[in-house]
């Protein structure tokens, strides 16, 4: 029996139960078989969660790019690494090899030796989804420096925070990028960002859209005329089991953002292992995620889970309305696509189109549909189902975080049976936990709870960069001996997981995960502002939406209330981007408090959403008077 690739329900029962037993063993004969290791590890686990540390291969060698890129050579040279869809529909797709791949990033993992950059140093990349991204990242591993992808759709200031938070001494970006009809000027953006950032000495620039860009002196290069020069031989850098990958950022509640450090060998082995099986990945394959590799699914999901396994990986730069809303469907028709991955934000604005959009496309390569992000809800699971996958292609509705690096819950096609807005069940290797309030496990079935997993597995990150403490605080001191998700779930009659949302004060809105604490940061530097609460409510496309409360100063309450939502929602947008605007702003009087003076955030969430039926307990409210005057006054 083959642990690593999973083909009924009965064998997923039998890896399951032997990984739970012997976690250590099991991982073991994986990571003997599939990979490609310079030196084996001493010991396989060593864990310690009240520190918290967790350590994976011990004692390995390796480079993640030998095992996603040169190993392939010798069989796979010509087979396609990386299709790069453009924007433009009218260009043609670029077809790079795995030879071609290996030459790029050898080319430009010598462009960053160049300009000084050494093992365990922190680039920052801030590119569109050009075939640039996924090369700059590979050649940071090819020479074992840290990338730290910053989303292109981040504003300076949040590009600035994430640079200097882990001391970046480079940054790639581009000119500018192409979103559908529009195109975005990113590099003024980058400059406007390092007027704050004294640690970096390099940025180089990829020529794009010839977008016209200053240059900086001393700092600023393009690109091409170093990567033209540059040599297509690189030796990869041997590197240990546990020494890091890349830093990725995601909200937190509260504070700034967490810079999530990821390692080496476990990273390498869960998403290669948790690619394999959760989208059934066979050799001719063409997968595509639509995801962005500034997102943790692009890091595991678009390079290195699929290149580990030799596979041919879409990139797209472009958006699903561009030309117009078939264009998902146009590019699954052209390029044969077998499994495709996205969200379920995207499938709920798509499902509002013309069904023409996608009838008018064949789509019978497909054999595996994936959701990622936030809870699909069971409309859109239906529409997906029936009109994207004509009921032949099973859902995979993946459950993970940037935390945990790979797909913790999810069926496994063609073994799993799925149900709509169930992830259903543990992959191999993973052990949820329901806790109740009381920091109890709550066992047997039909059962919710607050989501935990007890047992380390191997993609999860390390710590947080540079605040090891915050990291043990967050997500290991809720629950003793355990990892908390932030997430709650159900536990149906089977034992099957639905997961039913955050639990903390991270919204998720259109699949990215924001925290209320930095939002409301943004808002009360702006000069009229007192105070500010920010909650979620229900939408139908953005499945979230965010809901300001806002108190004014007094110099404020003369103002015209319109201008004053414009100018909010710009300082939003300068801090943090437009994906953290708010839809909806409330102006008033004061905000319902504790005694303690914590706003009470139920209840604006239940205003918010219009359900003012059952407000549940005031008696502990300061200030009970100011819930009627919201309720009167909500939009
Ligand atoms: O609340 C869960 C939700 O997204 C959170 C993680 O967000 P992020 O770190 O940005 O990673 C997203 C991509 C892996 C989780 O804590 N979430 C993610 N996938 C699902 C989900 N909620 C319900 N169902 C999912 N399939």
Same mark, same amino acid.
């Given at each position: ?56 291969? *011990? ?9 996603? !890129?040169?190993?392939?050579?010798? %069989? ?40 000084? !950059? ?17 090369? =700059? ?21 949040? +590009? ?21 009809? $529009? ?14 950032? *004294? ?42 089991? *546990? ?20 390692? =080496? ?20 394959? !063409? ?19 699929? +290149?580990? /396994?030799?596979?041919? @990986? ?15 469907? *146009? ?10 991955? @996205? ?12 069904? &023409?959009?996608?009838?008018?496309? &064949? +789509? ?26 004509? $009921? ?123 925290? @209320? ?22 939408? &139908? !496309? ?15 309450? /003369? ?13 939003? %947008? ?42 549940? &307990?005031?008696?502990?409210?300061? /200030? ?12």
């Amino acid at each position: 029996m083959s642990n690593y690739h999973i083909k009924h329900l009965e064998e997923y029962w039998q890896v399951y139960r032997k990984s739970v037993r012997n976690p250590e063993s099991f991982w073991e004969e994986i990571a003997e078989e599939h990979f490609l290791w310079r030196k084996k590890w001493d010991n396989v686990l060593s864990w310690d969660f009240s520190k918290p540390e967790v350590k994976w291969f *011990e004692g390995a060698k390796l480079n993640i790019t030998e095992n996603c !890129i040169d190993r392939h050579l010798a %069989t796979r040279a010509d087979k396609t690494a990386i299709l790069f869809e453009h924007n433009d529909p009218s260009k043609e797709a670029e077809h790079i090899s795995y030879k071609e791949l290996h030459r790029r990033v050898c080319k430009m993992a010598n462009v960053l030796k160049a300009k000084g !950059i050494n093992k365990g140093d922190r680039v920052c990349i801030y590119l569109p989804m050009i075939p640039e991204l996924a090369i =700059t990242v590979l050649a940071c591993a090819r020479i074992g420096a840290v990338h730290s992808v910053v989303f292109a759709g981040f504003s300076a200031t949040a +590009l600035a925070t994430r640079i200097n938070d882990c001391d970046c001494k480079m940054i790639i970006c581009s000119d500018g990028s192409y979103r559908g009809k $529009k195109t975005i000027d990113l590099k003024h953006i980058v400059d406007e960002a390092l007027t704050k950032c *004294e640690g970096i000495d390099t940025s180089l620039v990829v020529k794009h859209t010839g977008a016209e860009v200053t240059m900086q002196e001393g700092r600023d290069e393009w690109l091409a005329p170093l990567y033209e020069e540059a040599s297509e031989t690189c030796k990869a850098t041997i590197v240990d089991a *546990e020494d890091p990958l890349f830093i990725l950022y995601t909200s937190g509640s509260t504070g700034k953002p967490k810079g999530m450090v990821h390692t =080496t060998a476990g990273y390498m082995v869960y998403t290669a292992y948790s690619f394999k099986n959760v989208f059934q990945y066979r050799e001719d394959d !063409i997968y595509w995620c639509t995801a962005d590799i500034g997102w943790i699914t692009g890091h595991s999901y678009i390079v290195y889970g699929p +290149l580990a /396994n030799g596979a041919t @990986t879409v990139m797209f730069e472009g958006v699903p309305s561009y030309p117009d809303f078939g264009r998902f469907w *146009e590019i699954v028709e052209k390029h044969k696509i077998t499994q495709f991955y @996205t969200a379920p934000t995207a499938i709920r604005a798509l499902a509002k189109e013309n069904l &023409d959009f996608v009838e008018s496309h &064949d +789509l019978s390569s497909l054999k595996v549909l994936g959701t990622v992000g936030e809870p699909i809800n069971e409309e859109a699971w239906h529409w997906y189902n029936d009109n994207v996958g004509k $009921k032949n292609s099973p859902i995979v509705d993946t459950w993970w975080q940037t935390e945990t690096g790979g797909i913790m819950i999810s069926p496994i096609p063609y073994s799993t049976p799925t149900i709509p807005t169930f992830a259903t069940l543990p992959l191999p290797g993973i052990q949820p936990a329901l806790m109740d309030e009381n920091g109890k496990e709550i066992k047997g079935n039909q059962v919710e709870g607050r989501l935990c997993i007890k047992f380390p597995w191997p993609s999860m990150a390390r710590s947080i960069y540079g605040n090891h403490n915050r990291y043990r605080d967050t997500y290991f001191s809720a629950y003793k001996d355990m990892y908390f998700t932030g997430d709650g779930a159900r536990r149906d009659a089977v034992g099957y997981y639905r997961i039913t949302g955050r639990v903390d004060d991270v919204i998720i809105v259109s699949g990215h995960n924001l925290g @209320t604490a930095p939002i409301e940061d943004a808002i009360n530097e702006h000069p009229a502002v007192a105070e500010s609460a920010i909650v979620g409510f229900p939408h &139908d !496309i953005k499945g979230n939406a965010l809901y300001g409360y806002i108190t004014l100063k007094e110099s404020g309450e /003369n103002r015209n209330q319109d201008n004053l939502r414009k100018e909010i929602n710009q300082l939003i %947008t300068d801090r943090i981007g437009p994906i953290a605007k708010l839809d909806k702003i409330q102006f008033t009087a004061g905000l319902p408090k504790t005694r303690s003076g914590k706003i009470m955030r139920r209840i604006l969430r239940k205003i918010a959403s219009k359900d003012t039926s059952n407000l549940g &307990d005031t008696s502990t409210l300061l /200030n009970p008077e100011v819930v009627e005057q919201i309720m009167e006054e909500a939009l």
